[in-house]
Each structure stands twice: as C-alpha cells, then as structure tokens.
C-alpha cells in the first residue's frame, strides 16, 4: 500500500513538473515559429461561448509527454525484469517424432506404434 501511495504522490509531483515544463518551455518554443510566444492564449468563440484551444493544446503535450516518460522508463524496464526473472526449468522430452510417418511416439519405442518402422537410436 504504501508503494502505491508513494507512487501516487510522486506520479502527480511528476505531471506538475512536466506540466511546467510544456508552459515554459516547449509551448513556447513552438509558439515562436507560429509566431505567437504562448499557446494559451489560443482561443475561438462560438455564440458568446469561449474554447480554448491553447489550453487544451498545453495539456495534450503534457499529457503526451507523460505518458511517453512512464512508457520508456516504468514499462519498458519493469517488463524486461519480469522477464529476465522469469526462468522455466527445461522439460525433459518424454516423446519423439517417427521419422517415417511423423507421428509421435514414446522416447524409449523401438518401432513406431503407426507405421512399424524400426526407430534409429539415439
């Protein structure tokens, strides 16, 4: 439990860093080449109603951001541990394939039980 909260907690210290981040510094940035310095001020109206398109455009790439970082450096680890972690014990084969028929018989069998074939040793 407690590892979900701090979780959490550092999840959301997280977003509002890289929410700072896209306010700061990278709607800006692309704001310059638009030729207007912030996004947010992008706006339409609709009969008397307001949309701000700047602020919905700072929260996708914040968004976008996010989820980006947690891919790459949560996920992507997190499975290759799990992975890494994971270790099946061989089985040891209890049956071959007849070479003859293709059919699969017993590793011990001297004949093959489909086609009578005499079987090679191993």
Not at 64 to 88: D, G, H, Q, R, S
Not at 106 to 115: E, G, H, N, S, T
Request: net charge positive; proline share 7%; with cysteine.
């Amino acid at each position: 439990m407690v590892d979900l909260a701090v979780g959490v907690v550092m999840g959301v210290a997280f977003g509002g860093v890289v929410t700072s981040f896209v306010k700061s510094l990278i709607t800006p940035l692309i704001g310059a080449f638009g030729g207007q310095p912030d996004l947010s001020f992008i706006s339409f109206t609709i009969n008397h109603s307001k949309f701000l398109l700047g602020d919905f455009l700072n929260a996708l790439i914040a968004f976008l951001i996010n989820a980006l970082v947690m891919y790459f450096f949560v996920v992507l680890p997190v499975n290759k541990l799990t992975n890494l972690t994971k270790k099946e014990k061989p089985v040891n084969p209890t049956t071959k394939i007849c070479p003859e028929c293709l059919s699969e018989i017993p590793l011990k069998a001297k004949r093959c039980a489909f086609c009578t074939s005499i079987q090679p040793r191993n």
